[in-house]
Nanobody, 116 residues
Framework: QVQLVESGGGLVQPGESLRLSCTAS??????MAWYRQAPGQQRELAAL??????????DSVKGRFTISTTSRDNVKNTIDLQMNSLKPEDTAVYSC?????????WGQGTQVTVSS
């Protein structure tokens, strides 16, 4: 059973930055990702990192968010999400996701609030 623990959420003003981190209890060779769910909205993918370490982003965050890992191969247990130029519409609960040997795992989520 993989456990995912997120950290780094908080309250910031528009235009500011935050960095989220997700640590897995095991090394993950597969996909890891950050999803987000705004109040009254469906959960959506923000960014993911594939098993070959390539990355993909939602159109709404491209150019502002960066997903990364310190791993130099595809076996990772920590991913970060650097969020710059935050907007009020980025306000959501951000959850870490991992796919590991055909099973899906989710973290508890961390709140990000962007407000003046």
């Amino acid at each position: 059973q993989v456990q995912l623990v997120e950290s780094g959420g908080g309250l910031v003003q528009p235009g500011e930055s935050l960095r989220l981190s997700c640590t897995a209890s095991e090394k993950i060779p597969g996909i890891m990702a950050w999803y987000r769910q705004a109040p009254g909205q469906q959960r959506e993918l923000a960014a993911l990192i594939l098993d070959n370490l390539s990355t993909k982003y939602a159109d709404s965050v491209k150019g502002r968010f960066t997903i990364s890992t310190t791993s130099r191969d595809n076996v990772k247990n920590t991913i970060d999400l650097q969020m710059n130029s935050l907007k009020p519409e980025d306000t959501a609960v951000y959850s870490c996701y991992a796919e590991h040997f055909g099973r899906e795992y989710w973290g508890q989520g961390t709140q990000v609030t962007v407000s003046s």
